[in-house]
């Protein structure tokens, strides 16, 4: 893990110890017996049961995250039980997605529910509550979890009035170099650094922010929005630096300065089998940077699962109390 800003790798890293890691094991078979398929309510319910009896070390460290995701907005895992040589082949079709019930899964979606609620959102992977994100062939500068260049830092689903709150990413299998980062910045590191004229543009309403191509194309409305949003002296960020457009000459230099000066800050964080980035979507950003796939079966395959601190602030999003955006 590479860093520039002061917080030691015991703030940001986890140890699953080993006998915590195998106790999991046996609650996520359980759980993974409990029903076919991962993405109904009653998996969900059985999920949400299951989170209790994971061991107490493991969800008292994601309850301390979920109340306080301190000034790194990152939480890694190490350790969970993934056996990378009992996968199938890496996924290289677009969109793919998890249906069926695993290990990996379940570990996903209980700590989905011991962070609040998971969630999706139709457009993207049909939603699927755990998402692949591997390389495809032909996508390799895709700006999306489907390539394999430099990825931009971002929010996840910046543009959207609910995104998540908590994006969790757990490698499964890591590239064959074992190159490939998780890039992490965030607003409270970076907020210290920036000149008051910057703060103050980036509070105004002076952005916008396409969705992207996996939700289709905008129908060119623009909606404003700030960048910085709630307290001033810790904010919430919402910026996607492949997306995200100042709207006059001083947001698109202010915009510059943020990008700059949140690259100062960023760590990245060189995933293997089993470790789980839990990355807090309201005040940290994340990107990735490049490898080279080789489509043969064994490329980088992380699993991604969205979790959401109140589910029912999108419930007109929601046809029914389920937990899919349709909109």
């Known amino acids: 893990m590479s860093r520039t800003a002061q917080v030691t790798p015991t703030e940001m890293v986890h140890q699953v ?7 999991m094991t046996r609650v996520a078979r359980r759980l993974a017996s409990a029903a076919d398929r991962i993405d109904g309510a009653e998996w969900v319910g059985a999920a949400r049961s299951a989170w209790e009896e994971l061991p107490s070390a493991y969800r008292r460290r994601i309850s301390s995250f979920r109340r306080s995701a301190g000034p790194a907005g990152t939480l890694v895992l190490r350790g969970l039980p993934v056996d990378e040589h009992d996968l199938p082949d890496t996924p290289t079709v677009a969109g793919s ?5 695993t290990v990996p899964a379940g570990l996903l979606v209980m700590t989905a529910c011991g962070l609040g609620d998971p969630a999706a ?3 993207e992977k049909s939603g699927a509550l755990v998402q692949d994100v591997v390389p495809v062939p032909g996508q390799e500068r895709f700006q999306g979890n489907a390539g394999s260049v430099d990825l931009m830092m971002h929010n996840e689903n910046a543009f959207h009035e609910h995104r998540p709150d908590f994006v969790m990413l757990l490698c499964l299998r890591p590239d064959h170099e074992g ?12 907020l210290p650094l920036l000149p008051d004229r910057v703060r103050e543009c980036l509070m105004q309403p002076g952005f916008s922010t396409q969705p992207p191509p996996s939700f289709g194309s905008a129908d060119g409305t623009v909606s404003r929005h700030a960048v910085l949003t709630g307290a001033p002296d810790d904010p919430d960020i919402r910026v996607d630096f492949a997306a995200t ?3 006059t000459p001083t947001a698109r230099e202010a915009l510059t300065e943020l990008r700059d000066t949140l690259a100062s800050v960023s760590r990245t964080i060189r995933m293997r089998a089993g470790d789980l980035a839990i990355v807090d979507n309201r005040v940290c950003l994340h990107g990735r ?7 043969d079966g064994q ?24 937990y899919v955006l349709v909109r």
Do not use: H, K, M, N
């Open 17 to 23: 110890s080993a006998a915590d890691a195998a106790e």
């Open 245 to 247: 457009t100042g709207l």
């Open 179 to 190: 190159v490939a980062g998780l890039s992490a910045a965030s607003v409270r590191e970076a």
């Open 121 to 123: 959102f139709l457009a």
């Open 97 to 101: 997605f998890q249906r069926t019930t």
């Open 299 to 322: 490329d980088r395959w992380v699993q991604r699962t969205f979790a959401v601190a109140d589910l029912r602030r999108s419930r007109s999003y929601r046809t029914d109390d389920g």
């Open 289 to 295: 940077t490049a490898f080279r796939p080789r489509y």
